[in-house]
């Protein structure tokens, strides 16, 4: 890189070091070997030593987010402001203290404070810095220019606790593996609804059906529920009443990227299916880092994902409005640049101190997973600054997107989702759509055919959770369905639909073997232990119905996924927490009617849901409901318990619903009147 070489001739720097003798200790370690070709660099050459301070509040974040989030906490409800968040996980000035000391009792007076209050900096000569660190730095030739770093470096021992990392230093871990790009992905991810087929051939998928007996009874709108889901049997389902509200602070976020809506097929929806919503409603568009919205019907952009999530949010909340967070740029740039990560661009837009936050050894935008801006590489491309803090949060966002958890590095994950606990910790509700394939991820994920793991002496059998489902701070919602003689006065089961055999009797769309195991998305995280709200929830499901199959423990470093012929982690955050209706949506995409399927539905429907109590909070003079898993989890009475269903995959049986919460369908469906009562009882 250019500035070593011209630094390194830069003698001005005189060598200062008077080393305090204390107790060293290794503080990071390259677990596999360099194999660029490297010489050790010059010892003249001054080096720019930057110390990432611990954000030594991480680890209470989780207890500072159930003081406001936990129903028997005093402080239920009282959500910090943005900059109370931000001052609460900087570090310590015992922290800064003690690593200035050290800087300073080793002769380097020159420190400067970097970029924010989570870093020290010193410039100074190769030779001290290694001296400092205990370490020998060389200079790599890589594909992507030169690159300092060093195989392991020291601390004193003392200070081990206060620094998260030091660069240069030993190269951030790679993805453990490159996804398979496929067009349609990561685009309309973790829930992407199954696919109607082409248009204007839609047949009727149930020649054979007749109305259930206990159907006749009811009023029209509600007689065939069991095979077209429409938003008022989504109503009767759960209780939802006509909503009474339309207030500024409580409109309803939905986070969608590449996939955008068209206004000719939310009209048709509206007109067929929500005559209470009027023509021509449409979103407020929140374009992030170039993202567009709305797109022409025949937009090959327009995949349904941002038609089904917009018609759901306003046949539930209308008159309350929508915003949707339309992110990245065109055209489909990730997936020119092949890359895996897609809630980065979201989360700086939203909040500018996490450009450059640094948490878990990484700062900012991570090379080779985060879309970077400006993107002039790419036609078309977003050539603005990156948006950083630019726009608001919606009190409550629904994303229908996720991929598999391994493919993206566990810093990195755990770094997202501790953005996502102070979001919570703000008073916002992050709902997520849990997948579609089981216990496996996207058909074509980590490389296997139906989207399963392999690995410790196995092949394609190991279970692959979804991420961010993972994520304790989220809520993941899975997905629930009615069979055909049911009504919407009988229990749901869970969603399970074998998608080849509803296409070959529709004649419209794509078979495939993997298409058999369309399922609610549910497991257990590699990456994250159960949280406390969890944990007896996790527990009394493994204890009282054991999966029929082996299972591990993961290790810290997520490396024995698999061993011992485990298929999942007993030791996991287990997901998905609640559930809600995902099967026969009817709706127009590409002006074309065809029947969907998927999570992709049931978090918009939850979402819509936490808004209307949010609204009624509001005129009862309180706040949001904010991260509602604590209460839920305290108080599952509130939800309608599915009993019926699994979601196999992967060449086993996947999990089984049970009575309580279980890793399937979560806690259950809304009971609306319930769930209001409860929200309104509260602080
Ligand atoms: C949308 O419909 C038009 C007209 O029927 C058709 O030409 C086009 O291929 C369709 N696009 C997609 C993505 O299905
Ligand atoms: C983040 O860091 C970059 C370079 O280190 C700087 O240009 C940018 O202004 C910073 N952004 C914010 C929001 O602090
Ligand atoms: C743009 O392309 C150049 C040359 O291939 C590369 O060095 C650079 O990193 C790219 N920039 C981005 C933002 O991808
Ligand atoms: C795993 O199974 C697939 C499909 O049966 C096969 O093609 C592949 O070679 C197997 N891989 C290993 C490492 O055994
Ligand atoms: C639904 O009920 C009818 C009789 O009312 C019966 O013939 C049919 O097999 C049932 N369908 C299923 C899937 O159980
Ligand atoms: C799904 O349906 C197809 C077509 O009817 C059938 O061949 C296949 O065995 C079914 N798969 C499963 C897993 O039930
Ligand atoms: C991962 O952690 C285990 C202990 O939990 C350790 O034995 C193993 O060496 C570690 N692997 C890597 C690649 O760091
Ligand atoms: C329970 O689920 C099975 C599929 O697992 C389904 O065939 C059956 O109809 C469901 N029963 C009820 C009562 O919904
Ligand atoms: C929607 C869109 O713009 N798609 C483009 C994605 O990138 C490929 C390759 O550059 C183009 O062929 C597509 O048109």
Redesign the pocket.
Known sequence: MQWLHLLAGNLAFASALALPSTHHVVHEKRRTPVLHPRVRLDPNAVIPIRIALKQSNLETGYDRLMEVSHPSSPSYGQHLAAEEVHAAFAPADDTVAAVKKWLLQSGFSDILPYENKGWLGVDMPAKDAERLLRTEYYEHETPNGNKIGCDEYHLPSHLSKHIDFVKPGVKLSAPMKKRVVKREWPHGGGGRPGRPGPPGTHSNPFPHWHMPPAAHGLPPALQNCGVNITPSCIKALYDIPSPRFSDAVDRMGLFETYDAFSQGDIDLFFQHYAPWVPQSTSPEVISVDGGTAPVAPSS??NGGESDIDIELAYSLIYPQQVTVYEVDD???SS??TGITGFLNTFLDSIDGSYCNYTAYGITGDSPGIDATYPDTNNTGGYQGQLQCGTYELTRVISISYGESETELPKAYVERQCNEIMKLGLQGHSVFVASGDYGVASFPGSNGDEFGCLSGNGQNGTVYNPDYPSGCPYITAVGATRLYENDTVNDPESAMQVNLTAFNLATGVAGTSVPLEFFATGGGFSNYFTPPAYQAAAVSGFLSKYPPGVPSYAVNANSTNIGANGGVYNRAGRGYPDVSANGAFLLTYVNSTQGTFFGTSLASPIFGSVITLINEERTAAGKGPVGFVNPVLYAHPEVLNDITNGSNPNCGSEGFKTEVGWDPVTGLGTPNYPKMLELWLSLK
């Open positions: 090959v952009r065109l055209p489909n997936e020119e």
